[in-house]
């Protein structure tokens, strides 16, 4: 059984996966906007399957699901579905991410994802219990303690 350290986060899967649910709604609204935006360039007419237009959609739809994340990361170190589960993303050192890093951490985060979440389920391996996007881009999530009264 891994001791805990203080100095190392939990493997935290079960708290990241809500998070990932709670933002999975706020993306899908960006989803939504951006598919009506090439709905209205394209005439009101659906984009062929696998046709430029549609790759760009895509694109487009992972690179504005890229900002939210990025954006609510360097603003505040978390995102709406971070929120309810108190979880914080720092740097390993404890700092602010930088820009970079945390572009890194989403481009990693996708590929972790595409692979069936292989990097999230490497938390439970890992000996600091960090994913593969937390050791690619020198991040870690926490997670706030509940204050008690």
Do not use: E
Request: with cysteine.
């Amino acid at each position: 059984m891994h001791a805990t350290n203080p100095s190392t986060p939990d493997a935290l899967i079960g708290w990241r996966l809500l998070a990932l649910f709670y933002d999975f709604w706020p993306a899908a609204a960006l989803w939504m906007a951006m598919a009506a935006l090439f709905l209205l360039a394209n005439h009101d007419q659906p984009l062929t399957a696998f046709s430029l237009g549609q790759i760009a959609l895509w694109c487009g739809c992972w690179l504005v699901t890229g900002g939210y994340a990025i954006v609510s990361w360097h603003r505040g170190g978390k995102t709406l579905g971070m929120r309810p589960w108190r979880l914080q993303l720092v740097g390993v050192d404890g700092t602010h991410p930088s820009l970079t890093a945390l572009t890194r951490r989403y481009i990693v985060g996708t590929l972790s994802l595409l692979l069936g979440g292989m990097g999230f389920w490497w938390a439970w391996w890992d000996r600091d219990r960090l994913t593969w996007h937390d050791r690619m881009s020198g991040t870690r999530l926490i997670r706030d303690r509940a204050t008690r009264l």
